[in-house]
């Protein structure tokens, strides 16, 4: 692995080191895009192989600003491998994002215990490991910054309300939302110079929201895809689905100095869906 430094570009991340799981596509490519044109050096992982079609596309987009390494969030080894290479540069991190996740659907009678397990796992303990994990390197990047590291964890609007037939989803979001908060608070109390944010998207047209769409397909709630777009795009009052990009700016809000008082806040991007 390359030595992680920072890439020289001017803006408001510029020469700070960023982390964002789930880096290779969707919300993910989408924030390691906005974060280096705003002058962040990256540091992306998700489970894809070094060599895999995707993971070279992501690193020719990024132009030389981000390395990757593949890991599971799951895995409290490979949480420990993120921290070694972290240590290989600067030993420093100025902004983690949370963002691999697993959706799921399904009445309450038919979620075994073993896919409970599974999307707590990825949504909730990931971030959890993350930050017990990096909280040294977070630490030693905050006192580089106004306002301290950030940490962003990406929960969605389905971790504050609820959604028939999405129980195991709804609990494992709302469970991110109050553990950024948890530590939030834990870190400003304790007078340590990281602050904790979550983001909550709405209908967010990713390969994740097709895929589950798909899944509603399948089981007959609509002819297709598009119907099933068009409905939501419809429901929302800002009449369209969201993009990746409109995640990607609020979380490169919460990730500079702009949001330097900020802690264990939430920002809703829905495009008013939860406002109805």
Known sequence: MATLTGNGVHGRLAGRMALITGGLRGIGLACAKRFAAEGATLLLSDLDPLDAPAVRAALAELDGAADYIRADVTSEQDWLSIRAALDEGSGKLHILVNNAGIDQTGAIDSISLDLWHHVMDINATGPFLAARTLLPQLARGGADVRGGASVINISSIMGIVGHAEASAYNASKGALRLFTKGIAMEWA?????????SIHPGCIFTALLE???QNWVERGYAA???????????????????????????AAFLASDDSAYMTG?????DGGWTAQ
């Not at 109390?189 to 944010?197: F, K, S």
């Not at 895809?225 to 068009?230: A, F, K, M, Q, Y």
């Not at 806040?265 to 991007?269: A, C, D, K, R």
Request: aromatic content about 2%.
């Open 211 to 213: 895929s589950g769409f």
């Open 265 to 269: 806040t939430e920002l809703v991007i």
């Open 224 to 250: 297709s895809v598009d119907d099933l777009v068009e409905a939501m795009a419809a429901k929302t009052p800002m009449g369209r689905l969201g993009r990746p990009e409109d995640v990607a700016a609020a």
């Open 189 to 197: 109390q304790a007078g340590m110079a990281i602050r904790a944010n």
